[in-house]
C-alpha cells in the first residue's frame, strides 16, 4: 500500500492525479480551503480525531466542515461513530502499539498506515514551521523514524520542520508518562510531549 498524506502548507511537487491502488488521506478542516480542494481530490480516507464539540467550535467559519464530514460516504476516523455521520469509523487502538507520543493527527496518520503495514509513505504539506506546531515536531520526527525502521520509505514532498531538523538516528520512546494524547485526551498543545 502507497498513502499520500496531505496537510495544508505548500509542497515543492503538487501531487500527482492518485493512482489506483494509492491511498490519499486528509485530515481535520483543510478541504474546506478553496486552494488546497484540488490536492484532496479523490481522498480515500479522512481524519479528525476531535470531539464534535471541538469540531463544531472552531473558529474562523472552520466549524461548516461539521455538516461536509456528515455528508461524506467515505472512511472518517473518529473515536466513536458519530451517528450524524455515517460513513465515520473508530480509529482501531491496536495502531498505537502501546505508545502514548500522539502530538498531532499526523501522528496518528503515520501509526495506522505503520500498522496496516504500508509499503511507502509520501508527505505533502508538512511543513510545520508555525509556533503553535513546536510541540508536534518531535513526535512526527519519531513516527516516521518508526515507519523507516520498519522498512517503509517515507517520501518528503515540502520543505519542512519536520525532516530539517531530523535526529541522526532514533531514540527510544520518549518518557511520555505525564504528556497527553492530542485529540483522544487534549486539544491544548501545552500538554504535549516535546523536546526541550
Known amino acids: 500500500m502507497i498513502v499520500q ?11 500527482p492525479p492518485r493512482a489506483a491502488g494509492v491511498e490519499r488521506w486528509g485530515c481535520n478542516n483543510l478541504i474546506l480551503k478553496p486552494q488546497l480542494r484540488l490536492r484532496f481530490e479523490g481522498w ?3 481524519f479528525d480525531l476531535h470531539s464534535t464539540e471541538h469540531i463544531q467550535g472552531r473558529k474562523g467559519g472552520r466549524s461548516n466542515v461539521y455538516p461536509w464530514l456528515c455528508q461524506q460516504t467515505r472512511p472518517i476516523y473518529r473515536w466513536a461513530v458519530d451517528p450524524a455521520m ?9 495502531a498505537r502499539n502501546g505508545s502514548r507520543l500522539f502530538c498531532s493527527t499526523l501522528d496518528w496518520m503515520l501509526a495506522l498506515a505503520i500498522y496496516e503495514r504500508a ?9 510545520m514551521s508555525h509556533p503553535a506546531y513546536e510541540y508536534q515536531i518531535s513526535s512526527g520526527q519519531w513516527w516516521i523514524q518508526e515507519a523507516q525502521s520498519r ?9 519542512s520542520q519536520l525532516f530539517l531538523k531530523m535526529p541522526k538516528q532514533r531514540g527510544p520512546t520518549p518518557d511520555t508518562g505525564k504528556c497527553l494524547m492530542y ?5 491544548d498543545r501545552s500538554k504535549l510531549f516535546h523536546a526541550v
Do not use: K
Open 44 to 46: 480515500t480516507r479522512w
Open 119 to 127: 509499503e511507502e509513505i509520501h508527505l505533502f504539506g508538512w511543513r
Open 183 to 187: 485529540g483522544l485526551e487534549t486539544t
Open 86 to 94: 455515517p460513513s465515520s469509523v473508530v480509529y482501531p487502538q491496536a
Open 5 to 15: 498524506m496531505m496537510g495544508g502548507a505548500p509542497t515543492r511537487t503538487p501531487p
Open 151 to 159: 522498512g517503509i520509505r517515507v517520501v518528503n514532498h515540502s520543505s
